[in-house]
């Protein structure tokens, strides 16, 4: 899929008509490159809510385990990676207790994925200059339904979780801007 003309990557490739859009900034006296990188080490374990979060939705992961690797592997799939950016996705019916998200095995099949009932979610992820020295890490997550009942069966989920959302999904952000100023510190 083709990059806009800006740092962001184009998400309405992937997902046109979200039910649930959350999108999260943080800047940091950084590099881009510099904060990309620190971004890519930040560890589940690292991150007290959304680590917990990530561990009961998907059991058996390592808490050493980055978010990088996370979104490269089941029940993600890696749809589109640049330079300064990532887009994973995940199909599958998230508003259960159950943890059999289908194996998906590429873009194609991404965007190709209809089963009744269920969501396809888009987590994107880059950096945008913002000049002097100082850089942006973005965090955007999309889901999107497949019919009608699970558009239903979403925004009933969403009045209930999406109020503790800013609290969980931004948790990373912070961690990794800290570690991107103590980098650049470290090159001066």
């Known amino acids: 899929m083709p990059m806009a003309s800006s740092a962001a990557p184009v998400l309405d490739d992937w997902l046109r008509r979200p039910v649930v859009r959350t999108h999260h900034r943080h800047a940091a006296q950084a590099s881009p490159d510099i904060l990309w990188h620190a971004a890519e080490d930040v560890r589940l374990s690292e991150t007290r809510r959304l680590g917990r979060l990530v561990h009961w939705r998907i059991p058996g992961l390592s808490g050493d385990m980055t978010y990088r690797q996370l979104f490269r592997c089941p029940p993600f799939v890696l749809l589109e990676e640049g330079e300064r950016h990532s887009l994973s996705g995940l ?98």
């Open 91 to 188: 199909c599958g019916n998230i508003w259960t207790l159950k943890r059999d998200y289908p194996q998906i095995d590429g873009p194609e099949e991404f965007l190709a994925y209809d089963e009744p009932g269920n969501v396809r979610a888009l987590f994107a992820h880059w950096i945008e200059e913002l000049g002097a020295g100082r850089s942006e890490l973005v965090s955007e997550a999309r889901i999107e339904p497949v019919d009608a009942r699970s558009k239903w069966r979403l925004r009933a989920l969403w009045r209930v979780v999406g109020p503790f959302e800013p609290f969980i999904a931004k948790e990373p952000l912070p961690l990794a801007a800290r570690a991107a100023e103590e980098r650049e510190r470290g090159q001066r």
